[in-house]
């Protein structure tokens, strides 16, 4: 089935055209990886909606991606129960174990590093959420048997050699 196909048989569920927009993108979303604007387009062209509209739900939600992600998009909450419990000191180990800045995609593809601003799940700060799933009560050794885990799924395992990085106050 093409992605119009999906789209399509998606938006029937709805009464408005513009109600379909977001299970629309992340129909895209799995087809193309991400949605640069070109992909967006033909999501409003599908639904025969304003572009606009396509392009604000597209860049407000976290859960869509605009640019290529790794295959692991690390999404660290910063909000404040999440920092007064330690993710700003999570957020330098994750930069120099993973050897990149927030934001960025390892070279090899298989994590991209971000921040978030609230996760909703501030009883198991501080909190990650990896594709769909949360990660909850993180430390050091949490996000290093984590990422072991991630890595293995690809077939890369490999250790972390972290005993010269710590985070402050670690």
């Not at 604007?37 to 572009?51: F, H, M, T």
């Not at 290529?68 to 998009?73: D, L, R, S």
């Not at 971000?114 to 909703?120: A, H, N, P, R, Y």
């Amino acid at each position: 089935m093409t992605m119009r196909e999906k789209i399509e048989e998606a938006a029937v569920r709805y009464p408005d055209r513009r109600s379909a927009i977001m299970p629309a993108l992340l129909i895209a979303q799995r087809e193309h990886g991400h949605l640069p604007g070109p992909v967006l387009e033909e999501v409003a062209d599908i639904l025969g909606v304003e572009r606009i509209w396509v392009y604000e739900l597209a860049t407000f939600y976290t859960h869509f991606h605009t640019e290529p992600v790794g295959m692991f998009h690390l999404q660290l909450c910063d909000n404040v129960s999440c920092m007064l419990c330690g993710s700003e000191n999570l957020l330098t180990y994750l930069e120099a174990v993973l050897g990149i800045k927030k934001g960025d995609t390892t070279p090899d593809g298989l994590f991209t590093l971000s921040t978030v601003e609230c996760l909703g799940a501030c009883e198991m700060a501080p909190t990650m959420q990896v594709g769909d799933d949360y990660h909850g009560n993180l430390d050091i050794a949490r996000i290093d048997a984590l990422l072991n885990r991630l890595r293995a799924v690809e077939g890369r395992a490999a250790s972390i050699e972290h005993a010269s990085v710590r985070p402050p106050g670690a």
